[in-house]
């Protein structure tokens, strides 16, 4: 079956230092993978999409690369700040459907 | 703008009890999906809808229903609550139509069935 996997353990990061959280799947060739934002009690907040011919998507401090022959995706936060603590989940889109299959989810914590 | 708002936010049932957790989206989106949370399984989808009039199962739909009211309204359903169903859900939107758009999220109903 489909599998998501995210690090179970908080990832822990000093304040102006590079996070680095990892997306591996198994089991599906998606077509888009997203990636969302969650805070403590609130629902995901949308960040970033990359498609499955595309390498790699910035936004502003974020960046997120796609190998589709590792079955991986990397999400980079530079600079990091406390703000940037938070829950962040990756999540997996098909072609011809809206479904998307989520990770469990990876915790950063960033300390001044 | 009021996004995607679920109610209650908080419940708590006795085993065996019934309820409806309601989702209303402004966005005239077209997909509409209901996720349950649970600590150390992230974001399991219960049920989908394409569109109004149509539902679909997720990973996880047993126990549930769902009735795609109109596009704006996309409820489910709990007919015999279980204490496996307690859970913080979700309802998301999208605008759908398989263009890989992002999902809108409500602030979650946090359900506990005694």
């Known amino acids: 079956s489909q599998k998501i996997e995210q690090n179970s353990e908080a990832l822990n990061i000093q304040e102006g230092k590079t996070a680095t959280l990892t997306c591996n799947y198994t089991?599906?060739?998606?077509?888009?993978l997203q990636w969302y934002r969650q805070d403590p009690g609130r629902g995901p907040v949308f960040l970033l999409l990359?498609?499955?011919?595309?390498k790699e998507k910035r936004k502003e401090r974020l960046k997120v690369t796609f190998d589709t022959t590792l079955k991986q995706s990397l999400f980079h936060i530079t600079a990091s700040q406390p703000a940037d603590s938070a829950t962040y989940l990756c999540?997996?889109?098909?072609?011809?459907?809206?479904?998307?299959?989520f990770g469990t989810g990876t915790r950063l914590q960033v300390f001044p | 703008n009021a996004g995607v708002t679920q109610t209650p936010k908080f419940q708590v049932l006795k085993t065996g009890q019934s309820m409806t957790l309601q989702c209303a989206q402004d966005?005239?989106?077209?997909?509409m999906y209901w996720y349950r949370q649970d600590p150390g399984m992230g974001l399991r989808l219960i049920y989908y809808?394409?569109?109004?009039?149509?539902?679909d199962k997720g990973e996880v739909p047993n126990g549930y229903n769902v009735s795609r009211l109109n596009k704006r309204e996309f409820s489910l359903r709990l007919e015999s609550a279980a204490p496996s169903q307690t859970s913080v859900y979700f309802c998301?939107?999208?605008?759908?139509?398989?263009?890989?758009?992002?999902?809108?999220f409500g602030e979650g109903s946090r359900l506990t069935v005694l």
């Open positions: 966005m005239n989106h077209n997909s």
């Open positions: 998301a939107s999208s605008e759908g139509s398989s263009g890989s758009g992002e999902l809108f």
């Open positions: 999540a997996l889109g098909g072609y011809n459907t809206d479904k998307l299959i």
């Open positions: 089991n599906y060739s998606p077509a888009y």
């Open positions: 809808s394409a569109s109004e009039g149509t539902t």
């Open positions: 990359i498609r499955e011919n595309e």
